[in-house]
C-alpha cells in the first residue's frame, strides 16, 4: 500500500540529511556548489532519485557527478541514522536540468519578443503606407 504523505515527509527529510551532510560532512575536494533542488521517494520507500543542480562548468559538473556517485554509500549510511524507517532506501543521484531549462525558456522568450517587435514594427509601416492589416480574428 502506498502512502504518498509519508514517501513525501521521507524525501523531505532525505533531502535535509543529504544537504547537510554535502555542506558539512564531505572531503571530496571534486564536490563543487552543490545545491539539492528535489527529492523522490517511491511509494515502497525503497528508493530514492535525488535530483541537484551544480553551479560551474562542464568539468566541475562531471567532477561533482563523479564524488556524489563516490559518496553515495557513505550518504545512504547517514540517511540510515537519521531516519525512522526500518529499511534505508538506496539512493540515486540525477543531475535536475533546471539551469539548462531555463537558459532555453528564456532564449525562447527572448526570440518571441523580438519577432513580435518586427510583426508591430511591419503593421505601423503598412498602416503608413494606407494597407488595411487584418487583426486577430477578424476577417
Known amino acids: 500500500m502506498v ?3 509519508r ?4 524525501a523531505d527529510r532525505i533531502k535535509v540529511i543529504v544537504a547537510k551532510k554535502l555542506e558539512r560532512g564531505i572531503k571530496d575536494p571534486r564536490i ?8 523522490k521517494v517511491t511509494g515502497d520507500l525503497q528508493h530514492a532519485s535525488i535530483f541537484y543542480t551544480v553551479y560551474g562548468t ?3 559538473r562531471a ?5 556524489l556517485k563516490s559518496a553515495t554509500g557513505m550518504l545512504r549510511t547517514e540517511v540510515g541514522k537519521n531516519i ?4 534505508t532506501p538506496s539512493l540515486e543521484f540525477i ?3 533546471i539551469p539548462e531549462n531555463a537558459k532555453l525558456i528564456d532564449s525562447l522568450l527572448t ?5 513580435d517587435a518586427e510583426v508591430e514594427t511591419l503593421a505601423r509601416e503598412g498602416l503608413d503606407l494606407g494597407i488595411a492589416v487584418p487583426r486577430l480574428g477578424q476577417q
Open 7 to 10: 514517501a513525501r515527509k521521507l
Open 32 to 39: 563543487g556548489f552543490v545545491t539539492i533542488t528535489d527529492v
Open 58 to 60: 562542464d568539468e566541475e
Open 111 to 115: 526570440e518571441a519578443r523580438n519577432r
Open 95 to 97: 543531475a535536475d536540468g
Open 84 to 87: 525512522t524507517s526500518r529499511l
Open 63 to 67: 567532477d561533482s557527478a563523479a564524488a
Open 3 to 5: 502512502d504518498e504523505a
